[in-house]
């Protein structure tokens, strides 16, 4: 399956609105979010997945039924999700990552730090 940078994104902005200190995320809390609207199932799992084998995800476990059940953000994934929050981020880090050909998700979570480091120094030169 082809990664989908946005459905990435999608994953860890509902990890990080469902999540809390005492509840973890499940299927549930995707579907609510529409999720599985936007994408299908398959696609979802997959990119949940993925962000956990990229280390963005903590205590991941796909479970019988089927389901999954996530612990939190990692602090990585804390990070990469703080420098593409903002649609405007986002849309210049999928731009670079075009350009230079890579959606992995170490360009991306390269190029979104560049993006943020590159928006610091500008205000130092204001």
């Given amino acids: 399956m082809k990664l989908d940078p946005d459905c990435i ?11 809390s200190f005492s509840k973890q995320v499940g ?5 609510h979010a529409g999720l ?16 956990n084998y990229s280390g963005l995800l903590e205590n991941v476990k796909f479970t019988m039924g089927p389901d999954v059940i996530i612990k939190d953000l990692s602090p990585e994934g804390h990070k990469f999700l703080n420098d593409i929050r903002e ?12 350009k ?16 943020i480091s590159s928006l610091i120094n500008q205000q130092f030169h204001l």
Wanted: aromatic share 10%; net charge negative.
């Fill in 27 to 31: 299927l549930d809390d995707f579907v």
């Fill in 9 to 19: 994104r999608d994953v860890l902005l509902v990890v990080e609105s469902s999540s």
């Fill in 36 to 51: 599985l609207k936007k994408y299908d199932f398959e696609s979802v799992m997959y990119h949940i997945r993925q962000a």
């Fill in 87 to 98: 649609d405007t981020n986002w849309n210049k880090t999928k731009s670079i990552a075009k």
């Fill in 100 to 115: 230079v050909g890579s959606f992995s998700l170490d360009t991306l979570k390269t190029v979104s730090s560049d993006v």
